[in-house]
């Protein structure tokens, strides 16, 4: 337990020390003032009240489609492929730590580091919403709006389990990063060509949020989709685990 708590908070610094890191969580408390500028200046030209009280919801489309999953793909390309590139994997495994103690060290820092993004994204979103929102947008549901992120949070924490399995196949940053993005864009395209292929792919949940806003979704629907959701999770980190413990270093 030691092992794996040294490991963690050195991934996390890790993280945080990284310059690409730092550089998207700027980027990203940005993204939601330009949208909300764009539609302030497209307000007198539409003639529509284009800032509503649901802004910070409707954002997470947008962060957990695009902004999230790319964030995902550079830093899991960075924890794996590039580590055993450098051979700094090989070093760290020197340490009085084991190999599942290494490998959920790497992903529990993804997922704080996932959970610190939303906070941050839904933060900025809640404060542009307050504060140049229209008329009559002020309130904010703070139940609805946690729930969301929360369900966000999740599936994108599942989504990374999947990228992080794929990532143990690979020793370029590079090569996985442009894997990952034809992967997952393939995969997100495949609903409109393969009937049915949404109910049993992870990719197809970046929206899962939408369901727990909905008051006509019905207990089982979201207990089904909690159980998918979470059940890839565990089984790709599961094989994840399995692939990294016998990859040579």
């Given amino acids: 337990m030691d092992g794996l708590t ?23 408390v940005f993204i939601p003032l330009l949208l909300i500028a764009l539609f302030h200046s497209l307000q007198p030209v539409l003639g529509l009240f284009t800032v509503s009280p649901t802004y910070p919801v409707q954002m997470l489309e947008i962060y957990t489609i695009f902004l999230i999953p790319l964030f995902l793909f550079l ?24 190999r599942l103690g290494a490998y959920m060290a790497k992903f529990l820092a993804l997922g704080v580091a996932i959970g610190a993004l939303l906070l941050l994204l839904g933060t900025v979103s809640t404060l542009c919403n307050l504060i140049f929102g229209t008329s009559g947008t002020g309130s904010i549901d703070a139940f609805g709006l946690l729930k969301a992120y929360v369900a966000a949070f999740l599936s994108m924490w599942s989504l990374a389990a999947l990228f992080v399995c794929m ?39 970046t929206g899962w949020y939408s369901l727990w806003l909905g008051h006509s979704i019905s207990v089982a629907k979201l207990a089904t989709g909690s159980v998918f959701v979470l059940s890839s999770l565990v089984m790709f980190l599961a094989l994840g685990y399995i692939f990294f413990e016998r990859k040579e270093v």
């Fill in 6 to 28: 040294a490991g963690f908070k050195n991934e996390l610094q890790l993280m945080i020390y990284r310059k690409k890191t730092i550089f998207f969580f700027a980027i990203s």
């Fill in 75 to 98: 830093e899991i390309a960075d924890l794996f492929p590039q580590e055993v590139s450098s051979r700094t994997l090989k070093l760290a495994l020197l340490r009085p730590i084991t």
């Fill in 167 to 205: 990532a143990q196949f690979f020793r370029s940053a590079g090569g996985f990063l442009v894997f990952s993005i034809l992967i997952y864009a393939g995969t997100k395209a495949a609903p409109y060509f393969l009937q049915g292929f949404s109910s049993f792919s992870i990719t197809s949940y």
